[in-house]
């Protein structure tokens, strides 16, 4: 079947900009996951969702970044007055269950964001 | 906080010499170990998981407590093993979101 996918997969935005990333998780899958990766860094969680609920945003580096899954599926990654240093590929995952430390997590291809 | 380190950013081998590729973790619970694989043009995917004590591709891992490390082995390696190469771990029973190491590459020359 089909695995995450993400769209777009690249975007270039000016300074003070608002984006949208979109996510499309694996069907049936029930946490959904955003994590940001920076050039030559590893992948920084953002946020989490099981179902619609958004359950952890710890990771969100400011209050112009929001993220919502109102369905319980499809998440979209919002982020208002870009700035330069979220210029980073925005990925997503996804999961079966809950997410009890054990489900392998699925990863879309990612969104890399410029802003110029 | 967790934290994960991957001491080398480049690790470059022959065909066939053995491989390891280094990683530490600092967490004073029990947490689950991953290694998670990017190929070139490919998605970020799982290669192995400490608790599955599997080997996947020739690679194996073994968690060491004592020494907090996850050292990702492979006695030969090969061409197709050239990749990026993220050492991350999870808490168990949190909602599993990961934390990651900064990844090493690895290019195996013919």
């Known amino acids: 079947g089909a695995g995450v996918s993400q769209s777009p997969r690249y975007k270039v935005a000016k300074r003070g900009q608002d984006v949208a990333l979109r996510c499309d998780p694996i069907s049936g899958h029930v946490s959904l996951f955003w994590y940001q990766q920076a050039l030559g860094q590893g992948p920084e969680f953002l946020t989490y969702f099981q179902n619609e609920a958004q359950l952890d945003k710890s990771g969100l580096p400011s209050d112009r970044f929001f993220a919502e899954r109102p369905e319980g599926s499809v998440s979209t990654l919002k982020i208002q007055r870009t700035q330069q240093e979220d210029s980073a590929v925005y990925l997503c995952?996804?999961?079966?269950?809950?997410?009890?430390?054990?489900?392998?997590?699925?990863f879309g291809p990612g969104t890399r964001l410029t802003v110029l | 906080a967790q934290r994960v380190t991957q001491p080398e950013k480049l690790l470059s081998v022959f065909k066939g010499a053995p491989v390891e590729l280094k990683c530490n973790y600092s967490?004073?619970?029990?947490?689950?170990l991953f290694w998670y694989v990017q190929y070139s043009r490919q998605r970020l995917q799982l290669l192995l998981r400490h608790i599955s004590r599997e080997s996947i591709k020739g690679f194996t891992a073994d968690l060491n407590k004592g020494e907090t490390s996850f050292h990702l082995k492979k006695p030969f390696a090969q061409e197709e093993d050239s990749a990026m190469y993220y050492c991350?771990?999870?808490?168990?029973?949190?909602?599993?979101?990961?934390?990651f190491g900064k990844g090493i590459t690895l290019s195996v020359r013919p």
């Open positions: 967490y004073s619970g029990s947490p689950e």
């Open positions: 995952a996804s999961s079966w269950t809950t997410g009890r430390g054990t489900d392998t997590q699925y």
């Open positions: 991350a771990l999870t808490l168990t029973g949190a909602n599993s979101k990961l934390t």
